[in-house]
């Protein structure tokens, strides 16, 4: 073999002793084949890390897709919608009553589509009836909700008619005893149509059905109450003030509007009322939602720590089980600093793929949810990037301890232990 | 007159320093280029002190070691891995191969600390098997093979780089006597291409095989 025979020496000196290097490929290598010589071992040093970054990134992903699914669901109808009522007063003071212009006052704001007043009538005991007459064994009166309304209210709630007309404000002048009926309500009375001029009694009053409804989109109770003029409601059964107000908003306009109606409505008593819009229940269910999120989140971190001292054990261990391999790398020509890197990188691999295994993992968690909720998944697309980084840089951490007790060992110790 | 590879000079090793242990006292020894030297001595004796001296693993604590007259002390630490790296190679007595690496791989791993091109390194590996008789086990674990087998390998090992002194420390003890009579011929016809031979041995018959013998006894060399 040509390269035993080397020729004895020139004149060497200390500066002309070059180090030892090796590649980063090879360190890289190096590292790998350390890890994957034991795959079912490198599987349970992961496992903590890996527990550790899924929690945090399901727990990241479902929070965004719960959210996007709340924002979703919080349509445009909801978010326009405005109920003002009065508060019970206090013994001794004036009622907290609402204005009988109150639609009046509410269209002078900016940014109102529709104002409307709705109350309940107190009809006493009165029963609703579409007959005249009582047929035994068969019923035709009915305990039923008869609402007063503004004319206006209809355009409010989104109410589309079946048949016959909405009441105007000359019904409600003239106090005309005339009703609205709700498709159920008309359904229960056995009332098809206005055709005929049908009539029903409440009580022992009778009105005129001019018109049945076929559907509403806010206030669904509508759906079943006997709806009368509030001129008829005043006139007849006392109505002293409007109990509600009901409003449709432009797009946007319910943060300002909740503020001001109160105001609008009673300058001298705004705090007697109670403004009532989508908004106000939202931060409070988010607040919740970003409480179960830190816990996860900090669960998630705990189980970061206890993985990363996972892998410094194992890592240790290992250490300790390679003092023979790293006598003979040492022996080969390997510096402390290239035992040193070997160990670290090994540690930063596991955190690495821990992390990578910890992302997929967290991702299906997540498609699985919403798969089941039949939600949209949606995920933070650094997530899944970082979760990896994130990994690496704890097993990067948790690898600093035993790679510096390898890089201690002395080589002639080291070889001592054998392999 | 050629200067020699290997000069110690009153070279002394002490273990510990509360209670401190000798190892080495005031040895003397020169090895010229080429030359085929046994160091005979009994368990505890020093000699693989000597031995891990002269492979830079270790360093004295008294004296002066220099290497082609160099003063190895002068070194830093990756200096010293770097002669290790290039001038030695190192046979220990059981074997030091990697379990979960293949014969080959063992081989290759030599390399790694010299930052010689991955080109070639395998075809280098098997050339250096072949040298040492091992034509066609490259993808053998050491788990398959005999102990004369992986003896084999850890030389083909220590060969790949071309070094300039081989270190065998006890390279026969772990091997029964036909497998021992195989590796010390394949050290014979190494030395007899040139390669320079330190070998430390408690068995006399062993050091028979070599050039020059030497005998150290309680960290002292005799005669």
């Given at each position: 073999?040509?390269?035993?025979?080397?020729?004895?020496?020139?004149?060497?000196t200390?500066?002309?002793?070059?180090?030892?290097?090796?590649?980063?490929?090879?360190?890289?290598?190096?590292?790998?084949?350390?890890?994957?010589?034991?795959?079912?071992?490198?599987?349970?040093?992961?496992?903590?890390?890996?527990?550790?970054?899924?929690?945090?990134?399901?727990?990241?992903?479902?929070?965004?897709?719960?959210?996007?699914?709340?924002?979703?669901?919080?349509?445009?109808?909801?978010?326009?919608?405005?109920?003002?009522?009065?508060?019970?007063?206090?013994?001794?003071?004036?009622?907290?009553?609402?204005?009988?212009?109150?639609?009046?006052?509410?269209?002078?704001?900016?940014?109102?589509?529709?104002?409307g007043?709705?109350?309940?009538?107190?009809?006493?005991?009165?029963?609703?009836?579409?007959?005249?007459?009582?047929?035994?064994?068969?019923?035709?009166?009915f305990?039923?909700?008869?609402?007063?309304?503004?004319?206006?209210?209809?355009?409010?709630?989104?109410?589309?008619?079946r048949?016959?007309?909405?009441?105007?404000?000359g019904?409600?002048?003239?106090?005309?005893?005339?009703?609205?009926?709700?498709?159920?309500?008309?359904?229960?009375?056995?009332i098809?149509?206005?055709?005929?001029?049908?009539?029903?009694?409440?009580?022992?009053?009778?009105?005129?059905?001019?018109?049945?409804?076929?559907?509403?989109?806010?206030?669904?109770?509508?759906?079943?109450?006997?709806?009368?003029?509030?001129?008829?409601?005043?006139?007849?059964?006392?109505?002293?003030?409007?109990?509600?107000?009901?409003?449709?908003?432009?797009?946007?306009?319910?943060?300002?509007?909740?503020?001001?109606?109160?105001?609008a409505?009673?300058?001298?008593?705004?705090?007697?009322?109670?403004?009532?819009?989508?908004?106000?229940?939202q931060?409070?269910?988010?607040?919740?939602?970003?409480?179960?999120?830190?816990?996860?989140?900090?669960?998630?971190?705990?189980?970061?720590?206890?993985?990363?001292?996972?892998?410094?054990?194992?890592?240790?261990?290992?250490?300790?089980?390679?003092?023979?391999?790293?006598?003979?790398?040492?022996?080969?020509?390997?510096?402390?600093?290239?035992?040193a890197?070997?160990?670290?990188?090994?540690?930063?691999?596991?955190?690495?793929?821990?992390?990578?295994?910890?992302?997929?993992?967290g991702?299906?968690?997540?498609?699985?949810?919403?798969?089941?909720?039949?939600?949209?998944?949606?995920?933070?697309?650094?997530?899944?990037?970082?979760?990896?980084?994130?990994?690496?840089?704890?097993?990067?951490?948790?690898?600093?301890?035993?790679?510096?007790?390898?890089?201690?060992?002395?080589?002639?110790?080291?070889?001592?232990?054998?392999? | 007159?050629?200067?020699?590879?290997?000069a110690?000079?009153?070279?002394?090793?002490?273990?510990?320093?509360?209670?401190?242990?000798?190892?080495?006292?005031?040895?003397?020894?020169?090895?010229?280029?080429?030359?085929?030297?046994?160091?005979?001595?009994?368990?505890?004796?020093?000699?693989?002190?000597?031995l891990?001296?002269?492979?830079?693993?270790?360093?004295?604590?008294?004296?002066?070691?220099?290497l082609?007259?160099?003063?190895?002390?002068?070194?830093?630490?990756?200096?010293?891995?770097?002669?290790?790296?290039?001038?030695?190679?190192f046979?220990?007595?059981?074997?030091?191969?990697?379990?979960?690496?293949?014969?080959?791989?063992?081989?290759?791993?030599?390399?790694v600390?010299?930052?010689?091109?991955?080109?070639?390194?395998?075809?280098?590996?098997?050339?250096?098997?072949?040298?040492?008789?091992?034509?066609?086990?490259?993808?053998?674990?050491?788990?398959?093979?005999?102990?004369?087998?992986?003896?084999?390998?850890?030389?083909?090992r220590?060969?790949?780089?071309?070094?300039?002194?081989?270190?065998?420390?006890?390279?026969?003890?772990?091997?029964?006597?036909?497998?021992?009579?195989?590796?010390?011929?394949?050290?014979?016809?190494?030395?007899?291409?040139?390669?320079?031979?330190?070998?430390?041995?408690?068995?006399?018959?062993?050091?028979?095989?070599a050039?020059r013998?030497?005998?150290?006894?309680?960290?002292?060399?005799?005669?």
């Open positions: 073999m040509k390269m035993l025979t080397r020729e004895a020496a020139e004149v060497r200390a500066e002309g002793v070059q180090p030892s290097r090796m590649w980063f490929s090879d360190l890289i290598f190096e590292a790998f084949a350390g890890i994957f010589a034991r795959p079912g071992r490198m599987f349970m040093t992961i496992l903590g890390t890996m527990i550790g970054l899924t929690a945090l990134v399901a727990t990241l992903g479902l929070s965004r897709t719960a959210n996007a699914q709340i924002i979703s669901r919080f349509d445009e109808l909801a978010a326009t919608e405005i109920t003002v009522s009065s508060r019970p007063a206090g013994e001794g003071q004036p009622a907290n009553e609402l204005p009988w212009d109150a639609s009046e006052r509410i269209h002078r704001l900016n940014g109102v589509v529709a104002v007043t709705l109350s309940a009538v107190d009809v006493k005991d009165a029963l609703v009836s579409a007959s005249p007459f009582v047929e035994p064994g068969h019923r035709s009166e305990k039923l909700p008869v609402e007063a309304a503004s004319p206006e209210l209809f355009t409010a709630v989104r109410a589309r008619v048949s016959g007309r909405l009441p105007d404000e019904h409600s002048q003239r106090a005309d005893k005339v009703a609205v009926l709700g498709p159920n309500a008309a359904e229960q009375l056995g098809n149509g206005v055709a005929n001029l049908e009539s029903i009694s409440i009580g022992d009053e009778v009105f005129l059905v001019i018109g049945i409804l076929e559907g509403v989109e806010r206030k669904h109770t509508l759906l079943s109450s006997v709806i009368i003029p509030e001129g008829t409601a005043r006139d007849l059964y006392g109505l002293r003030a409007p109990q509600s107000v009901i409003m449709e908003t432009d797009v946007g306009a319910t943060p300002l509007l909740s503020r001001q109606v109160a105001h409505l009673r300058p001298d008593a705004p705090l007697g009322l109670k403004v009532t819009s989508p908004q106000q229940p931060p409070v269910r988010s607040g919740v939602q970003s409480d179960l999120e830190v816990l996860f989140l900090m669960l998630g971190g705990l189980s970061l720590i206890v993985g990363a001292i996972g892998i410094a054990n194992v890592t240790l261990v290992a250490v300790m089980e390679r003092v023979g391999e790293i006598g003979l790398r040492r022996a080969l020509g390997a510096t402390r600093r290239h035992i890197s070997q160990f670290l990188l090994e540690s930063a691999t596991l955190g690495l793929v821990s992390g990578v295994l910890g992302a997929c993992v991702m299906l968690i997540v498609v699985a949810v919403a798969a089941y909720q039949t939600w949209t998944p949606v995920m933070d697309p650094m997530v899944p990037i970082l979760a990896p980084l994130i990994g690496g840089l704890t097993g990067l951490l948790a690898g600093f301890y035993p790679a510096l007790r390898a890089a201690r060992l002395e080589p002639v110790d080291a070889l001592r232990a054998g392999m | 007159m050629t200067r020699p590879i290997v110690l000079a009153e070279v002394g090793r002490t273990f510990g320093s509360i209670a401190p242990v000798v190892a080495l006292r005031e040895v003397d020894l020169e090895v010229d280029v080429g030359e085929w030297v046994a160091v005979v001595g009994a368990s505890g004796s020093g000699k693989t002190t000597l891990n001296i002269i492979g830079c693993l270790d360093r004295p604590t008294t004296g002066s070691y220099r082609d007259g160099m003063d190895v002390a002068d070194l830093s630490d990756p200096q010293r891995a770097g002669l290790r790296s290039r001038d030695f190679g046979i220990f007595q059981s074997f030091h191969l990697l379990s979960y690496r293949t014969v080959l791989e063992s081989v290759m791993l030599a390399e600390y010299r930052r010689r091109p991955r080109a070639g390194r395998r075809d280098r590996a098997l050339a250096a098997l072949e040298a040492v008789g091992l034509e066609g086990r490259d993808e053998f674990l050491p788990t398959q093979l005999s102990g004369g087998q992986r003896q084999r390998v850890a030389i083909a220590a060969l790949v780089n071309g070094p300039r002194l081989l270190l065998c420390d006890e390279p026969t003890g772990n091997l029964d006597s036909i497998s021992a009579k195989g590796i010390l011929e394949l050290i014979r016809g190494l030395h007899s291409q040139g390669l320079t031979i330190m070998m430390i041995t408690h068995d006399p018959g062993v050091a028979a095989w050039q013998k030497v005998t150290i006894a309680d960290g002292q060399l005799q005669g």
